[in-house]
Nanobody
C-alpha cells in the first residue's frame, strides 16, 4: 500500500508561482510512475501531469503545458509540481497519484491517491 501526502497548496494571485510536493511512504516508490490530477468545483477530476519511474519521461495536459513542470526525486521518495504563471482556472484541489503503468491520464485507472491539497488562484 502506497501512502501519498501532498503539501504546498495555498492562495496566490494570477501570474504567481507555487510548488507542490508529494511524499510517498512506500520504499518501492521508485517502482511507480507518478503524477498529478486536479478537481475544480463542479467538475470531474482531470489529468494534469505525469512522470515515469525514472523521471526521464513526462506528460502534460494541454492546459498546463509550458507553465507546469513535474519532477521526482526517488532518493527522497518525493515528486514535485512546479506551477508558474498561474491562472484563475488552475484553481482546484490537486491530487498526487501513483500507478504502475507508464502513464495514466484517466482517473479511474489510478491505483493510489493522496488526500489532496487546495490551490486557489485569485484574478
Amino acid at each position: 500500500q502506497v501512502q501519498l501526502v501532498e503539501s504546498g497548496g495555498g492562495l496566490v494571485q494570477a501570474g504567481d508561482s507555487l510548488r507542490l510536493s508529494c511524499a510517498a511512504s512506500e520504499r518501492t516508490f521508485s517502482s511507480y510512475a507518478m503524477g498529478w490530477f486536479r478537481q475544480a468545483p463542479g467538475k470531474e477530476r482531470e489529468f494534469v501531469a505525469g512522470v515515469s519511474v525514472s523521471g526521464g519521461m513526462t506528460k502534460y495536459a494541454g492546459s498546463v503545458k509550458g507553465r507546469f513542470t513535474i519532477s521526482r526525486d526517488n532518493a527522497k521518495r518525493t515528486q514535485y509540481l512546479q506551477m508558474n504563471s498561474l491562472k484563475a482556472e488552475d484553481t482546484a484541489v490537486y491530487y498526487c497519484v501513483a500507478y504502475r503503468a507508464v502513464f495514466v491520464t484517466t482517473a479511474s485507472l489510478v491505483e493510489y491517491w493522496g488526500q489532496g491539497t487546495q490551490v486557489t488562484v485569485s484574478s
